[in-house]
């Protein structure tokens, strides 16, 4: 593949140490541009990934990770980077930026698909439709624990406190049964599908001590459990939820707050509660922390596609699903949602 002069490469396991160490220098570097991502979907979801870069002189210059979702249901799309919160292209050229964005745009066309999204934390391009509907939520860590706690506003430290007087304690999984056991029931009851297992297995595999489980106990029981991302000096709650116990005991607070905790013992200096839609209660409870909304700019390049895609909980031809979702028991939901969230990146 060749744009102009830039010569373009599709990924392979033997390129994915220099794929990662361009990643962990790059300034506007996240998470989800790791290489593990391509190994993750494709044995979890079973996608077809394009994860693209362009070098110079051998050393690797820009990257984008693509993924095809090709979802009877849920439309058609190429996606940077599907099932997860950011994405898009990072170059230290110019014209090599201008090359991947070229390919890409050229790769939706010859795929056929609806749309092409970039999922980015900037505007890149303006010309473009984007969703004003995600926010991001990131806050810089003080390397005192207590200052942190006095950070949160006066409410939401009370709840906090809450549940660590109701003697809740934290503790790292080595596996991923009581993440999955906690967040499938939340998701459930949200009216959500739940991912697979496999998904959460593989995440744990792939990444290792990138990607930790922490769990909320109380007497022994399981109240609440979520799946931690660290990268540089950030961690990212990503997957999370409690039982039926965290609300009375506040385990859901406790469990945030035991993360930010473990994450400054850790020396992480920032904090990445991830992405909520605007509006909901995910977004208020954020809020409800002392963390300020800034806005994702989802770009999209149209394909076949006349309107930007709306799969999303709040479009109003999902509403019935959804209510006949929360009605499921929790058994036949961690059935079914496997077969549908894998095509809901």
């Not at 989800?32 to 979801?45: D, M, N, P, R, Y």
């Not at 991947?100 to 505007?123: F, I």
């Not at 406790?254 to 400054?264: H, K, L, P, S, T």
Request: charged share 25%; net charge positive.
């Amino acid at each position: 593949m060749k744009q102009a002069s830039t010569m373009i490469h599709t990924l392979d396991a033997a390129n994915f140490a220099r794929w990662d160490a361009f990643v962990n220098q790059h300034p506007e570097a996240t998470f989800f541009h790791l290489s593990g991502w391509k190994t993750v979907i494709e044995q979890a979801f079973g996608h077809k990934t394009y994860f693209l870069y362009t070098e110079n002189a051998g050393a690797i210059t820009a990257i984008l990770p693509l993924v095809h979702v090709n979802s009877l249901l849920f439309g058609n799309s190429l996606v940077s980077t599907a099932f997860c919160v950011y994405g898009g292209i990072i170059a230290t050229d110019p014209a090599d930026y201008a090359a991947l964005d070229a390919e890409a745009c050229r790769l939706a066309q010859q795929l056929g698909v609806d749309a092409l999204e970039m999922r980015h934390r900037e505007r890149k391009h303006p010309e473009r439709p984007y969703k004003d509907l995600y926010v991001t939520f990131r806050k810089a860590l003080d390397p005192d624990v207590e200052k942190n706690m006095l950070a949160i506003p006066r409410k939401q430290r009370a709840v906090v406190r809450k549940g660590i007087e109701a003697g809740l304690t934290s503790t790292i999984d080595e596996d991923v049964e009581r993440l999955h056991l906690a967040y499938s029931e939340s998701v459930r009851n949200l009216g959500t599908p739940v991912f697979s297992k496999k998904y959460f297995r593989t995440l744990k595999q792939v990444f290792g001590a990138q990607c930790e489980v922490l769990s909320i106990e109380h007497d022994g029981k399981l109240i609440a459990s979520v799946m931690n991302f660290y990268f540089r000096d950030e961690v990212l709650p990503y997957y999370g939820g409690g039982t039926a116990l965290a609300r009375d005991l506040k385990g859901n607070d406790f469990m945030y707050w035991e993360v930010m905790r473990r994450a400054v013992e850790k020396g992480v200096k920032i904090f990445d509660y991830g992405r909520s839609k605007i509006g909901t209660g995910s977004y208020s409870f954020k809020k409800n922390w002392g963390f300020t909304p800034e806005p994702l700019f989802y770009e999209f390049f149209l394909v076949k596609a006349t309107e930007l895609p709306d799969i999303n909980p709040l479009n109003p031809k999902y509403q019935f699903f959804i209510a006949a979702w929360k009605r499921l028991p929790l058994p036949v939901s961690q059935m079914l949602g496997p077969w549908l969230s894998r095509d809901l990146g």
